[in-house]
């Protein structure tokens, strides 16, 4: 921790005006100096700076501060950062007498450590841009796209060349672990090292700082995944950083407001065509932490999805995401093109005056949310109207209080014809439990979005959660963590025992209550223990193994826990992920409970090179379990949807897997009174981890 004398004696040795000057252009006005504020649009300037009292002030949109203050909301340095830039200005060195010595040692390895990454990737983005100069292939496909020299430029743009080990012409040392660290080399099981880009046009990605922390590349040929990112990393955290936010922030400021796209090109794109105030999220769903950066930007928010179904789902995640964080004082706003255009098509076909009047027509944040919802129900009934307002309430409880918050509850309540006083007092009878953040569900689906024969607040499953997640399985996620963003998209409901009259208890421990007994040579005992060597009678799969409740060992759609079970359809569908994969993603789901099977799939995968089912059944043990659970999965690989980014979903997967580990294990040391430096130690690494994972999207 810095010592607060020292924050003195600096902020009395660096002076505001230099610091602010460097960034804006001032002039004097009186005792004052001014400028046009940095931090909104503004023509005629309202930003002041007082050289006798050290701040600065806008009487336009109230920032306010000091010269350390500045630093952190005009670059987006850290506190500690924004002291030491100035302290290093002043010729001034920050004490750490207050800091223990492995405090001291750990931050200086950090430091270390992300200076090696920086050098590394800075290395590698120098080759990639000499690659682009040398490449005909590439520089033709920038130019198909619409795209001229100076925009690339001011992107940064690459080539990552078509050789395997391109790299090792940049760093002699290819076997030097930060190359695999930072996400530019990949691993294998037998120890052969290989660049992870390659024949991609390659996208740095900048922090807000405008320090280098990972890369994108967008393949020009034939060839999956058509994106791909760098993986995490100590500096990269694809559910925190947004691409083009530094690029953009100039024309953020001047135009007033920020448009989030869900693509590099649309970025790039859009920029080409004058439209330089646009950001994108990087392959994943829009998170919490991602709104909380785009309002600190700017405080217009208008999200620019695709014109698709998957683009207007990504627009209800986002929404989802913004609820939490709403403000009287902010404007979020939704743009729908047409289903044949992304923001990158639309603004080259019809040009960005066209682009432009689109935004002023983009839909108000509330007007989505209440049409969206509106859209799944009959509203000319009164049970679709109550079934709205069922799926609603969840959503609304998640908004801050606030006077916007009142106007959609009130505008609601008109939706589901009931005064505001029937409105509160419904609320109030009821209060929604924690909502979480999923997919819509498709029209067709029963009321309030939930499979046919289901019905809000039975003891059915996921509409117990207060919000309905379409046909997804979350039985064996913790309940107070099923809010995990599509983590659930590999499992469908069906999984419950037929006949009788009884209902499926959600929540760990699955028990069948009804009056109707079971009939076969085994005992359903009522906890997920089934005994007995006969056959399961009256679904649809038949009992074929050797294990008694664990994963494997059964065909058709029964028991199977529903992680495992999407993990396995995700490696089936897109095999192309096996590929990718090293030792620290099996090591995680080594850690995670009942995945034997998957890391026996990927390992015969990896052995046999087989990837499509046929070809992964013929490799696999005639009578193992794997083969068994192969070919009670092949129905559903046939009817799965193709996923947009199938490696975004699987790194998600993993990272909750990786998080619940860790708070087992510490739960464990905790119980045991951490009587060791070395239980503390791990203790504080798994915590440090946890954080990091949280940062990742997990809330």
């Known amino acids: 921790m810095i010592p607060e004398s020292f924050i003195q004696d600096l902020l009395a040795r660096v002076d505001v005006v230099d610091v602010v000057g460097r960034y804006v252009q001032l002039r004097k006005g009186g005792a004052n100096l001014l400028g046009l504020c940095p931090f909104h649009n503004e023509k005629s300037p309202s930003?002041?700076?007082?050289?006798?009292?050290?701040?600065?002030?806008?009487?336009?949109?109230?920032?306010?501060?000091?010269?350390?203050?500045?630093?952190?909301?005009?670059?987006?340095?850290?506190?500690?950062?924004?002291?030491?830039?100035?302290?290093?200005?002043?010729?001034?060195?920050?004490?750490?007498?207050?800091?223990?010595?492995?405090?001291?040692?750990?931050?200086?390895?950090?430091?270390?450590?992300?200076?090696?990454?920086?050098?590394?990737?800075?290395?590698?983005q120098a080759h990639y841009l000499k690659q682009l100069r040398a490449s005909p292939a590439a520089v033709r496909y920038l130019k198909q796209r619409g795209l001229t020299g100076e925009i690339a430029a001011h992107f940064g743009l690459g080539w990552s060349g078509t050789d395997r080990h391109g790299l090792s012409q940049v760093f002699p040392n290819y076997e030097d672990p930060t190359l695999v660290e930072s996400g530019l080399v990949i691993e294998s099981e037998d120890g052969r090292r290989y660049d992870r880009f390659r024949e991609r046009v390659m996208f740095p990605i900048r922090n807000a700082r405008g320090s280098l922390i990972g890369f994108g590349g967008r393949i020009i040929g034939k060839g999956e995944p058509k994106y791909l990112n760098s993986p995490e990393t100590p500096l990269f955290s694809k559910g925190q950083e947004l691409y083009g936010l530094w690029e953009a922030r100039q024309a953020i400021r001047q135009e007033g407001q920020v448009i989030v796209v869900e693509g590099y090109m649309d970025v790039v794109g859009l920029a080409q065509q004058g439209i330089a105030n646009a950001v994108a999220t990087l392959g994943t769903a829009t998170t919490p932490d991602h709104v909380k950066k785009l309002l600190r930007s700017s405080d217009k928010v208008i999200f620019s999805f695709d014109g698709d179904k998957a683009g207007r789902r990504a627009a209800w995640r986002a929404l989802q995401a913004c609820l939490p964080v709403l403000r009287d004082d902010i404007a979020i706003r939704f743009l729908f093109l047409p289903a044949e255009h992304d923001p990158d098509s639309y603004v080259r076909e019809l040009g960005a005056e066209a682009f432009r009047a689109c935004l002023g027509d983009a839909v108000a944040l509330s007007r989505f949310l209440l049409d969206e919802l509106a859209s799944h129900h009959n509203m000319n009934e009164a049970e679709g109207r109550a079934s709205c307002l069922h799926e609603a309430k969840p959503l609304l409880s998640a908004i801050p209080e606030c006077a916007l918050r009142v106007q959609i509850e009130r505008e609601m309540a008109k939706l589901v014809q009931l005064t505001p006083e029937e409105m509160a007092q419904v609320l109030a009878q009821q209060p929604a439990k924690p909502f979480a953040p999923g997919p819509r569900p498709a029209p067709g689906a029963g009321e309030a979005g939930m499979p046919s024969g289901s019905e809000p607040g039975h003891d059915g499953g996921p509409p117990d959660m207060g919000y309905d997640f379409g046909n997804h399985d979350f039985s064996d996620i913790p309940a107070d963590e099923s809010d995990f963003t599509d983590y659930g998209q590999y499992a469908s409901h069906g999984d419950e025992p037929s006949g009788g009259a009884g209902g499926w208890q959600q929540g760990g421990k699955q028990e069948w209550k009804g009056k109707s007994d079971w009939k076969g040579k085994g005992d359903w005992k009522g906890k997920g223990d089934w005994k007995g060597k006969g056959d399961w009678k009256g679904g649809k799969g038949n009992w074929k193994g050797r294990r008694d409740n664990d994963v494997g060992g059964f065909e058709g759609r029964r028991t199977m826990p529903s992680l495992a079970k999407r993990l396995l359809s995700l490696l089936l569908a897109h095999p192309e992920l096996v590929d990718s994969m090293g030792d620290q993603q099996l090591e995680v789901i080594d850690h995670g409970p009942h995945l034997g099977l998957v890391r026996d799939l990927i390992m015969l995968a990896q052995t046999s090179g087989a990837r499509h089912v046929g070809a992964l059944l013929e490799a696999a043990e005639p009578d193992s379990d794997l083969a068994t659970v192969l070919k009670g999965l092949r129905a559903d690989i046939l009817a799965q949807e193709d996923l947009p980014d199938p490696q975004t979903e699987w790194d998600d997967a993993l990272r909750r897997i990786e998080f619940d580990s860790a708070k087992t294990e510490m739960a464990k040391l905790a119980a045991s009174g951490l009587a060791s430096e070395e239980a503390r130690k791990r203790y504080l690494e798994l915590s440090s981890r946890m954080t990091v994972l949280k940062g990742a999207g997990l809330r």
Do not use: W
């Open 47 to 124: 930003f002041t700076v007082s050289p006798t009292k050290q701040f600065y002030h806008c009487f336009g949109c109230g920032a306010h501060g000091s010269a350390i203050t500045f630093l952190m909301e005009h670059t987006g340095a850290s506190f500690p950062d924004a002291v030491r830039t100035l302290a290093a200005s002043a010729g001034m060195t920050v004490p750490e007498e207050n800091r223990s010595p492995r405090q001291q040692q750990e931050s200086a390895r950090r430091k270390a450590e992300e200076s090696r990454h920086t050098q590394v990737l800075d290395a590698a």
